[in-house]
């Protein structure tokens, strides 16, 4: 058999069968293409697609861009679609559909769609009848379309031997559809064989199959719409996708009415026509565009109005209502206000979308008739209202009520009746001040009554009921805002730094403080402060610097002073005394003299370092003298006396730091987990402790450990695991190695 295979294969390279291009062809070709119609082409691909269906509309795009040429001939041979696979004869299931005679594209089109997959899978039986279609003479190619093996107890391979011996020389092609491994073993040696596991590869598969390229032309495809039978002119548009690979046309309008046009290469389309009035997009399979006219009509819904309803068919203006909607096709649209009487007009919207559904909206502030209106957006472009409702809107009132006077820069409550619409709000303003115009203000949301704060400037001032669309004044009350006044008392001459304490006389409104300043300050101006609020007297932190400054009674509302009294700030002087040296990390005693302001403190700093820096400190509030921990480095330092209010430094004394030295003694070795027992001699600074880490440990290394301050010796626990090891002295402050001896842990 495989002697014959191999003559087979000869005879067809010698005739130039496999390999070259049957457009290259002197004589006649004929392909029959034998189609599976099985049942298992219900199967599906990795695409989702079933494969009795991929199958369909690949050789249908496939006809459909076949070239015109007098000397090519296909046909078509289906087996498997005319009985279920248990039935009697299921094996002998074989038709040839569409004779070898040139190129029936009508025929091929319309077998191929009527199609539908069924029963066996007799392919030994199919290929040995399709070896008879043939005329004599020509090229002669089989193109074998199939998703599985021989299931009617045939032998391929005996079918092929056998034409062989018969002399009749036909080129097998096999294009498999998702052919699992075995199935590809059983078609090995016959023919050429392709396996696609997609539409698109399964196209590609048998464009190289028939060896025909597929015609690089475009055909004009007209699609005409109607709705109610008449041109549709408008909310329409159209598309077509291509059955195979998915690619997208777009169609642009033509010249009348629901008319549209596009050029699409030959192929098998599913036409999409997206309706505004629609809510789905209506969707029809299976087109074909081929030479010749390509024309379509489809008849689109008719129009349905969307049927709309507000729950407030008598809603005051400015009011919320919510408009409810049903039958609005899919997709974006809005919901429009507008005046019943203007068509093309509209004053706000809102988006909404689905099928049914409802929102809340604001209506007009204006008395008279309106409408709600369902506007949807066509695709070519603007608009279309498809439902409405109408309202009457009415009118309302309001009223404020407000004391007839009030002192500037005071709460003033406000009770107010109205329609509390959404924004509506209660302000104070200028009598006479133009519509629109606001200053403080409360929203009616807040309830009533609402307080406002007065402005400071006296004269005739107007609380109104203002409406949040249009800002429109509904109802006002006449408020005369009268001059507030103050005073303030404080000591003449205090010490920087120091907390002064200021008494008051003043409205104590919202906001209202007391500060110092220095003399002349600008209005606004203000330094440490205190609210009024907080009682009377009050206590204000005096500047760092001496100098003339002022006490300041300001008002919250505006930040204008009141009421002003001199005051005079003289430097605070300070003195600080420590001993000239002591060992790095220790702990520093100073004695200091000061004012002791709060937050005044005492640090110790590098000599000549920047005012306001600070490291270890101890607050001057702690007592005299203070303890300060010295820093670990060495060399020149400074104890310095800092004021809390500005950092400055008041006095400072030098200080040298000297290096710190220690020793430990341990034993040279130790059992795993024993208590070793360490002498040592150190400074014994705060935190200082000893140590055992494995040997070479980077400095800050810590494990077991025991204080210093526990005493001499110290016991520490050795290390679970054997190895070499140091037990070290090491600092609290910074993690510092001041000794070290080597332990073992055997």
């Known amino acids: 058999m495989a002697r014959t295979l191999n003559v087979l294969k000869c005879t067809l390279l010698a005739l130039g069968l496999l390999g070259a291009s049957f457009a290259q062809a002197q004589e006649p070709v004929y392909i029959q293409l034998v189609l599976d119609a099985s049942g298992s082409m219900w199967n599906k691909l990795e695409d989702g697609r079933y494969r009795i269906v991929a199958a369909k509309d690949v050789l249908s795009q496939l006809v459909s861009s076949l070239p015109e040429d007098q000397g090519l001939n296909?046909?078509?041979?289906?087996?498997?679609?005319?009985?279920?696979?248990?039935?009697?004869?299921?094996?002998?299931?074989?038709?040839?559909?569409?004779?070898?005679?040139?190129?029936?594209?009508?025929?091929?089109?319309?077998?191929?769609?009527?199609?539908?997959?069924?029963?066996?899978?007799?392919?030994?039986?199919?290929?040995?009848?399709?070896?008879?279609?043939?005329?004599?003479?020509?090229?002669?190619?089989?193109v074998l379309i199939t998703d599985g093996i021989e299931s009617c107890r045939s032998d391929l391979r005996e079918v092929a031997e056998r034409l062989g011996q018969q002399g009749i020389e036909i080129d097998l092609r096999i294009v498999g559809i998702d052919l699992d491994p075995s199935a590809r073993a059983a078609f090995e040696g016959l023919g050429t064989f392709e396996?696609?596991?997609?539409?698109?590869?399964?196209?590609?598969a048998l464009t190289r199959a028939v060896e025909v390229a597929p015609a690089e032309v475009t055909h004009r495809v007209d699609v005409a719409l109607t709705r109610d039978g008449a041109p549709a002119t408008e909310g329409a548009s159209v598309e077509f996708v291509a059955a195979v690979d998915g690619t997208t046309h777009v169609f642009s309008r033509g010249a009348a009415d629901g008319a549209f046009v596009a050029d699409l290469p030959a192929g098998i389309y599913t036409a999409r026509v997206r309706d505004a009035y629609s809510g789905e997009p209506l969707t029809v399979s299976g087109l074909t565009v081929t030479e010749g006219e390509n024309a379509y009509a489809f008849e689109l819904a008719p129009l349905a109005l969307v049927a709309m309803s507000v729950s407030d068919e008598a809603p005051p203006a400015g009011s919320l209502v919510t408009v409810t909607y049903e039958g609005a096709p899919e997709g974006f649209a809005e919901v429009w206000l507008a005046p019943a009487d203007a068509e093309d007009v509209w004053l706000t919207a809102w988006p909404v979308q689905g099928p049914a559904g409802a929102t809340e909206v604001q209506v007009p502030?204006?008395?008279?008739?309106?409408?709600?209106?369902?506007?949807?957006?066509?695709?070519?472009?603007?608009?279309?209202?498809?439902?409405?409702?109408?309202?009457?809107?009415?009118?309302?009132?309001?009223?404020?009520?407000?004391?007839?006077?009030?002192?500037?820069?005071?709460?003033?409550?406000?009770?107010?009746?109205?329609?509390?619409?959404?924004?509506?709000?209660?302000?104070?303003?200028?009598?006479?001040?133009?519509?629109?115009?606001?200053?403080?203000?409360?929203?009616?949301?807040?309830?009533?009554?609402?307080?406002?704060?007065?402005?400071?400037?006296p004269g005739e001032y107007e609380v109104r009921y203002v409406t949040g669309q249009s800002n429109a004044t509904l109802a006002h009350a006449t408020v005369v805002v009268t001059a507030a006044t103050a005073s303030v008392s404080a000591p003449?001459?205090?010490?920087?730094?120091?907390?002064?304490?200021?008494?008051?006389?003043?409205?104590?409104?919202?906001?209202?403080?007391?500060?110092?300043?220095?003399a002349g300050a600008p209005e606004g101006t203000w330094q440490s402060y205190a609210y009024t609020s907080e009682g009377n007297p009050v206590a204000v932190r005096a500047p760092g610097q001496a100098g003339a400054y002022e006490v300041g009674y300001v008002t919250g509302a505006e930040?204008?002073?009141?009421?002003?009294?001199?005051?005079?700030?003289?430097?605070?002087?300070?003195?600080?005394?420590?001993?000239?040296?002591?060992?790095?990390?220790?702990?520093?005693?100073?004695?200091w003299q000061g004012p002791d302001n709060s937050g005044d403190f005492v640090t110790i700093v590098p000599a000549g370092a920047e005012e306001g820096t600070w490291s270890n400190y101890a607050y001057t509030n702690e007592g005299n003298p203070v303890h300060v921990t010295a820093p670990e480095e060495v060399g020149a330092?400074?104890?310095?006396?800092?004021?809390?209010?500005?950092?400055?430094?008041?006095?400072?004394?030098?200080?040298?730091?000297?290096?710190?030295?220690?020793?430990?003694?341990?034993?040279?070795?130790?059992?795993?987990?024993?208590?070793?027992?360490?002498?040592?001699?150190?400074?014994?600074?705060?935190?200082?402790?000893?140590?055992?880490?494995?040997?070479?440990?980077?400095?800050?290394?810590?494990?077991n450990y025991a204080y210093t301050?526990?005493?001499?010796?110290?016991?520490?626990?050795?290390?679970?695991?054997?190895?070499?090891?140091?037990?070290?002295?090491?600092?609290?402050?910074?993690?510092?190695?001041?000794?070290?001896r080597p332990l073992t842990v055997r």
């Open 74 to 142: 296909v046909g078509l041979r289906v087996y498997g679609a005319n009985m279920w696979a248990s039935d009697p004869g299921a094996c002998e299931d074989t038709h040839l559909v569409v004779p070898m005679d040139g190129v029936d594209r009508a025929s091929l089109l319309r077998t191929v769609r009527e199609t539908e997959a069924l029963g066996a899978t007799p392919i030994a039986l199919s290929l040995e009848r399709a070896a008879a279609d043939f005329p004599a003479g020509g090229r002669k190619v089989i």
């Open 195 to 204: 396996n696609a596991t997609s539409a698109s590869e399964l196209l590609a």
């Open 365 to 457: 502030e204006e008395v008279g008739a309106f409408e709600a209106r369902y506007v949807i957006s066509l695709p070519e472009g603007g608009y279309k209202v498809v439902g409405s409702v109408a309202f009457e809107v009415q009118p309302v009132t309001a009223s404020v009520t407000a004391p007839a006077e009030a002192v500037g820069g005071s709460d003033v409550s406000v009770e107010w009746q109205g329609p509390d619409n959404r924004g509506d709000f209660i302000t104070i303003v200028p009598a006479g001040a133009a519509e629109g115009t606001w200053r403080d203000y409360a929203y009616t949301a807040a309830g009533s009554p609402v307080t406002l704060l007065a402005p400071e400037q």
């Open 492 to 518: 003449a001459e205090v010490l920087a730094g120091s907390d002064v304490s200021v008494e008051w006389q003043g409205p104590d409104n919202r906001g209202d403080y007391v500060t110092i300043v220095p």
């Open 559 to 591: 930040s204008s002073t009141l009421a002003r009294a001199p005051l005079t700030v003289v430097a605070a002087s300070a003195s600080v005394s420590a001993p000239a040296s002591v060992v790095s990390g220790g702990t520093v005693e100073i004695t």
């Open 637 to 703: 330092f400074e104890v310095r006396y800092v004021a809390g209010v500005d950092y400055a430094t008041l006095a400072s004394a030098p200080l040298t730091l000297e290096p710190a030295t220690a020793t430990v003694e341990a034993p040279a070795s130790a059992a795993p987990n024993e208590w070793v027992t360490v002498s040592w001699t150190g400074p014994d600074n705060n935190g200082d402790f000893i140590t055992i880490v494995p040997a070479g440990s980077e400095e800050g290394t810590w494990s």
């Open 709 to 740: 301050n526990e005493g001499d010796p110290v016991e520490v626990m050795a290390p679970e695991e054997p190895g070499e090891y140091e037990v070290r002295y090491v600092t609290g402050q910074s993690y510092r190695t001041l000794a070290s």
